[in-house]
């Protein structure tokens, strides 16, 4: 995982008026008495989720000169046709395949290569019938016609850097900015693009003493760009790239990308970093005591001391910065809390 680990900042809730001492009652040397009163308890731990796109394949530029233009941010997937960049004001263009652009694709050329451009002309409804790997006058005329919707001069042979076979179309791509970037130069051969997964990566970067606060299935928070919520599950953590570092998975709703359908918000270069409310306990509502008011009863169940030392079984159903949801006794029921 790079970049700094971000510190957590952890809240807890509690209604107003919760431990105010009881009125019908005083305390005495070791304890204080105070009422079971309504209110919430919870926490969260406050975080950064750092967001990456993973690549699945690098292509290379076969196209040589000045590059003039950038079609496309990523913020898009491109599909068959698409122009990514232009070199010498010539578009380069996307087209499905898993064979490089190697040679110029012309009259009495044969090959997958050939399918492959052939596929993306009949995609685009200027070359009718089969995919057949033959360049004859049916494709040559295809080509020609592709040309003059491009505005480029019209040879009917494709050259190897007017075209960059990417693996899967539609596909989102990243360019390398050290390549492919106004105003540089190429000469052909460049790892420049990368085609990258259907969705960003979410992971929390924690410390150890964090992690522990943060099992699988904890929910998460993401505050998104535009400043609403993604929601957000942790999977299990795993070892970061220091002993004391721990990365934390997150995936969305029923298990697809945590952005769901708005993940073009997320730059597609470098890293991104949101920010993100983990629950470490959820809110909930209801009666609630000092955690220092829970004793243990002879048969190791939590009870509470009544305001006369009398031992009342109660069910505690959450915990968290201190206080402790109740079930088992009744409202305004003074209870002792031991002095420290």
Known sequence: MTGALALGVATGWAGAELFRPSADAVGSADHVLVEVTEGEV???????TVVTWPATHTVENAAAGMVTAVDTDGTSPVD????????DLRPIVAARGVV???????EGVRGDDVAQVQTMLGELGFLEGAADGRVDARTTRAIRAWQRSLGVPVTGAVAPGDVVFLPTLPARVRFDPAVVQVGHRLAGGEAAISVLEDAPAFTLPVAASQAVLIPPGTQVQVTAPDGSSWPATAEAA?????????SIALTGEAGGPVCADACASVPVAGESRLAATVVTVAQQSGLVVPTAAIVTGADGSP???DYQGGLRSVQVIASARGMSLIEGVPLGTPVQVRRP
Not at 42 to 48: F, K
Not at 80 to 87: F, P
Not at 100 to 106: D, K
Request: avoid cysteine.
């Open 42 to 48: 919870g926490a969260s731990i406050h975080l950064n």
């Open 100 to 106: 490089p652009a190697f040679r110029a694709i012309e």
């Open 303 to 305: 009870a509470v001391l």
């Open 80 to 87: 068959q046709g698409h122009t990514l960049y232009r070199v």
């Open 238 to 246: 795993r070892p970061g790239e220091s002993p004391d570092v721990f």
